[in-house]
């Protein structure tokens, strides 16, 4: 049997007590370099500011200090001009970045870095300060998307459309209530990013592997010098928490859901069978076979990337569950989930926000699909301002639509005769009622459909997105 090839002198972190090498395939299977070096820069800052906490402490002299502020500037310049070489054994980024420090400066310095502290606080740090960073872009998406969407409400707001219960036709609305009943979903998703934010920021770096620091290290100067907003208090909960990536991931997930919806529904309005909504060209795609399609492949890829979305957070979750207090390797699972919801929330805002930013909308299409049959509770409404108990104007509108039906007519083809033969009750003006612009604007109540209530909602949007 082939025995695993010898790697030349690794240097590994923790390599004092093992005398035995590792197995090349064990080597691949632990490392995480190839994809936790996206955090370069983040742990070259965070060492920066331990080294400059440990001068107070007295493990470096300033002198050291400045030597290794010197060498981590120009470990960081490798990796940001893309000349930075990994090296067997470089098992992670903070094995990598001390390696080459050392190469650098040499070890005698570079060696004091780590005192006190672990890969384990060190990785905490670098995932928070990552994750603050990406959900200050995503928080911009999202807000570019509610723009776009407040954009078009106010410009169609005189488009008028069916509204849609179990997908049946139901009552008018204007396309601007539509489209604000998914700004007030992202809306609810902005408040909630801000405050899986404010989770996020907070400082593991100063708890060692699990018991803390022994040097009297100042916490509170890291947290200053690195934009954290405070301390996880406890080191075990420091080193041993992901519950900060479960939330971006369920946060992402419920942003993912609604994006999913809302994608669905446009979906449906810009079928031929609808044709309320056209995309531009530049969010579709075509058919290989059939010359006249255009498909809605942006907002499929929305509604489809939604489920993988779901899927890390799951798959996350499945991970940590059972898994003992503190340290272990299967929180290395955390970082590929957060770096693919991130990057496909990401992407997934800025699409829908240029898709519907560039859509066309056909009011004539909309109006056309509206039917008489859907003011039946305008119907109702018009006799209990006659003093009529609701319940029983209930049954009396629904007998209209049934007359209505067996006439194979609209309800405003029925004669005046004909209502007074159900109710004498009706008036002579019960055909006012089969006005879609009046539907609309008696639901003047706040949250309504009315061009008041739509403009009111239209300023409390604008509201959330404060200065920016």
Not at 180 to 196: C, I, P, V
Not at 237 to 248: I, K
Not at 254 to 276: A, C, K, Q
Not at 378 to 390: Q, S, T
Request: hydrophobic share 40%.
């Amino acid at each position: 049997m082939t025995q695993p090839a010898k790697m030349e002198n690794p240097i590994r972190l923790w390599g004092g007590r093992f005398t035995g090498e590792m197995d090349p395939l064990m080597n691949q299977y632990n490392e995480s370099l190839s994809f936790d070096r996206v955090f370069y820069a983040q742990d070259i800052k965070g060492s920066i500011a331990y080294a400059r906490a440990n001068v107070k402490t007295g493990i470096l002299t300033p002198e050291e200090f400045e030597k290794l502020e010197e060498g981590l500037m120009k470990v960081f310049k490798e990796w940001e001009d893309g000349k930075f070489q990994p090296a067997p054994g470089d098992e992670d980024i903070h094995t990598a970045n001390e390696r080459r420090l050392g190469e650098i400066i040499g070890t005698n310095v570079a060696g004091k870095l780590h005192t006190g502290r672990s890969r384990n606080d060190q990785i905490a740090t670098d995932m928070r300060m990552w994750l603050r960073d990406e959900l200050n872009l995503i928080e911009g998406h999202l807000i570019d998307l509610l723009k776009v969407i407040a954009q078009r409400a106010e410009q169609d707001i005189d488009y008028i459309m069916p509204s849609y219960t179990h997908l049946q036709r139901a009552q008018p609305v204007r396309w601007s209530h539509w489209l604000l009943s998914y700004a007030t979903a992202f809306q609810s998703d902005l408040e909630r990013l801000r405050f899986t934010k404010r989770n996020v920021n907070k400082l593991p770096l100063g708890c060692g592997a699990v018991a803390g620091n022994a040097f009297g290290i100042d916490r509170m100067q890291l947290a200053k010098e690195l934009g954290f907003e405070g301390l996880i208090m406890n080191s075990m909960s420091a080193v041993g928490d992901r519950d900060f990536v479960v939330e971006v991931l369920q946060c992402a997930s419920t942003i993912g859901s609604h994006l999913s919806r809302w994608s669905e529904d446009l979906i449906i309005y810009s079928s031929l069978e609808f044709g309320y909504v056209r995309l531009a060209d530049a969010y579709t795609t075509g058919s290989s076979l059939m010359p006249q399609k255009k498909n809605s492949d942006s907002l499929e890829l929305l509604r489809g990337k939604s489920g993988r979305i779901f899927g890390a957070m799951a798959g996350l979750m499945m991970s940590i569950k059972g898994i003992p207090s503190t340290y272990n390797k299967d929180l290395q699972e955390s970082l590929q989930p957060m770096f693919d919801t991130v990057k496909t929330l990401k992407d997934g805002l800025q699409i829908a926000a240029r898709a519907l930013a560039t859509a066309t909308v056909y009011p004539d299409k909309m109006r056309a699909a509206l039917s008489p049959d859907m003011l039946a509770t305008d119907l109702a409404e018009y006799l209990v301002r006659k003093g009529i108990p609701f319940r029983e104007t209930h049954h009396l509108a629904g007998k209209m639509v049934a007359l209505a039906e067996d006439e194979n007519k609209g309800m405003n083809e029925l004669t005046i005769e004909q209502f007074q033969g159900i109710d004498k009750r009706f008036g002579d003006d019960v055909l006012s009622v089969f006005d879609y612009e009046r539907s609309v604007e008696l639901k003047d109540a706040t949250g309504g459909t009315s061009r008041r209530a739509i403009l009111e909602q239209l300023e409390a949007l604008k509201n959330t997105f404060g200065g920016r």
